[in-house]
């Protein structure tokens, strides 16, 4: 007769639950499994793995940097968070280049 036994699993990055059998415990979203050992995707600075606060569109890859929370955005995008357009840029999200509305503009 087998025993079930209470999860040992440490509550800041699992859910709480674990595998039967295994014990392996269940990691948070903010957390990759199978040991809860680093950030989940769109999150950062292990182990407080906060969510990225990037304009995902406008950014490389479409992830913050996992140590800092820091975005590389996309040439026609700028900010800390690629949550504006770049310098020539124009209507967010869009971000259109300035010149190219001119250049329609006069052609019609």
Do not use: H, I, W
């Amino acid at each position: 007769m087998s025993l079930c036994e209470p999860c040992q699993c440490e509550n800041f990055y699992s859910t709480g639950n674990c595998a039967e059998g295994s014990g392996r415990c269940e990691c948070r979203k903010e957390f990759t499994p199978p040991n809860c050992d680093k950030c989940s995707f769109g999150y950062y600075d292990y182990p407080n793995c906060k969510p990225c606060e990037c304009y995902l569109n406008g950014t490389r890859n479409l992830q913050c940097s996992v140590y800092d929370g820091e975005c590389t955005c996309l040439p026609n995008f700028g900010g800390k968070y690629c949550k504006e357009c770049a310098p020539s840029f124009y209507n967010f999200p869009e971000c259109t280049r300035k010149y190219a509305f001119f250049n329609r503009q006069f052609q019609d």
